[in-house]
């Protein structure tokens, strides 16, 4: 049994490179439509199989728990469907989160046409903050209702 304070020792990270993305994401975990997460192969991975992290929110505020189940490296091109869909980002589809994984990748200035991820699956352990969980459905609508505005449906990209 974790008590109240060990969450405290555990290595801290707030996804995304935005305090709105923070957010979003973070909110996706608790929701438990977020399983998964990749990084930049080529930035040293800070988590190994079995370790449990705190999620942050944009501001900083520990929100969850979350257990590193598995670790994959392999090309982002190579990112299968059923992966994306861990993510549970956008409307879950593959060309939702090869466009975002781009655009973010871009924006870190680690993207490469056939760069290498760190593929992370994990399990939500806890919830720190049951007013930031409170929103957390309200995160999830807003996701897909984005994505589908943007020409996104279950079944890809609308051209």
Do not use: N
Not at 70 to 89: F, I, M, P
Not at 129 to 151: C, I, K, L, N, Q
């Amino acid at each position: 049994m974790r008590s109240p304070d060990d969450w405290r020792q555990l290595q801290q990270f707030r996804f995304g490179d935005s305090p709105e993305l923070a957010d979003r994401l973070a909110a996706l975990v608790i929701a438990g439509v977020k399983t998964a997460t990749c990084s930049a192969a080529s930035l040293v991975a800070e988590t190994s199989i079995g370790e449990q992290q705190v999620v942050l929110s944009g501001g900083g505020v520990p929100v969850a728990i979350i257990e590193t189940l598995a670790l994959d490296v392999l090309r982002l091109s190579d990112v299968t469907a059923d992966q994306a869909a861990l993510e549970g980002e956008g409307d879950v589809s593959h060309a939702y989160w090869f466009d975002a994984h781009k655009d973010y990748f871009t924006r870190e200035g680690t993207y490469t046409p056939d760069m290498q991820v760190i593929f992370e699956t994990f399990r939500l352990v806890d919830v720190l903050d049951t007013a930031f969980s409170a929103g957390a459905a309200d995160h999830v609508r807003a996701e897909r209702a984005e994505a589908f505005a943007a020409g996104y449906t279950a079944l890809g990209a609308v051209e």
